[in-house]
T-cell receptor, first 112, second 119 residues
C-alpha cells in the first residue's frame, strides 16, 4: 500500500473562507479517499473518488482527482469553526487491498 | 449505520501489565479490521490487519508477541498490549470495512480510539 502526502501541513483561515488541501501519491490507484480527524478522536470518512472520476461533491466538499498528475485536492467551501480538524488522504491501490496507509495530514484551523 | 465502537476510550496502567482494547462493528460484519497507533501530532501508523478466523498480519517493525490481535468473530477484534512499557503509551485506533472480500471501493469506519498511558 502507498500513503498519500498532504500539502500544506497546516492551514489557518477565517470562518467563511474556502480551504484547499492537496494530496499527491506515487503509484496507480483504484480510488482515493479523504478522511477527517478531530483532535483525540478516530477518523471519519468524508468522500471517496474512483480512479475514473475527475470530480465529486458532497455538501460543502469538493474533491478533484488528476490521475495523470497523481494528485487530488479537497476543497471545503464556506468553512466553519467546526471544520477545524486534520484531514488525510488515502490512496486505494490497484491490485486489491482494503489496507489504507495515511500520511501526516493537513491540520486545518478555522478561526471564528 | 456502519458504527465501530472501541473500548475503553482511555486507560492508565502500570508498567509490566497487559491491556486489552476491544473493537466492535455494531451494525455490520467486518471480516477485516485494522489497528493503528498514533503519536501526538503525527500520522496514524498501521500496525496490523486483523482477519476473522485467522492470524493477524503485522506490519514491518511491529512486534506480534507484544501486540496480540484476536479476531474471533465478524464483529469483534481485540488488541492486547502485553507487558506494557511507557514507550507503548499512544493513541490506538481500530477500523473496519463494511464491505469485505472483493470490494475495494469502500470506506473504512473508525473507532474513536483508545488513549493508553503506561506509568
Amino acid at each position: 500500500s502507498q500513503q498519500g502526502e498532504e500539502d500544506p501541513q497546516a492551514l489557518s483561515i477565517q470562518e467563511g473562507e474556502n480551504a484547499t488541501m492537496n494530496c499527491s501519491y506515487k503509484t496507480s490507484i483504484n480510488n482515493l479517499q479523504w478522511y477527517r480527524q478531530n483532535s483525540g478522536r478516530g477518523l471519519v470518512h468524508l468522500i471517496l473518488i474512483r480512479s475514473n472520476e475527475r470530480e465529486k461533491h458532497s455538501g460543502r466538499l469538493r474533491v478533484t482527482l488528476d490521475t495523470s498528475k497523481k494528485s487530488s485536492s479537497l476543497l471545503i467551501t464556506a468553512s466553519r469553526a467546526a471544520d477545524t480538524a486534520s484531514y488525510f488522504c488515502a490512496p486505494g491501490p490497484q491490485g486489491g487491498s482494503e489496507k489504507l496507509v495515511f500520511g501526516k495530514g493537513t491540520k486545518l484551523t478555522v478561526n471564528p | 449505520g456502519a458504527v465501530v465502537s472501541q473500548h475503553p476510550s482511555w486507560v492508565i496502567c502500570k508498567s509490566g501489565t497487559s491491556v486489552k482494547i476491544e473493537c466492535r462493528s455494531l451494525d455490520f460484519q467486518a471480516t477485516t479490521m485494522f489497528w493503528y497507533r498514533q503519536f501526538p501530532k503525527q500520522s496514524l501508523m498501521l500496525m496490523a490487519t486483523s482477519n476473522e478466523g485467522s492470524k493477524a498480519t503485522y506490519e514491518q517493525g511491529v512486534e506480534k508477541d507484544k501486540f496480540l490481535i484476536n479476531h474471533a468473530s465478524l464483529t469483534l477484534s481485540t488488541l492486547t498490549v502485553t507487558s506494557a512499557h511507557p514507550e507503548d503509551s499512544s493513541f490506538y485506533i481500530c477500523s473496519a470495512s463494511s464491505f469485505g472480500g472483493s470490494s475495494y471501493n469502500s470506506p473504512l469506519h473508525f473507532g474513536n480510539g483508545t488513549r493508553l498511558t503506561v506509568t
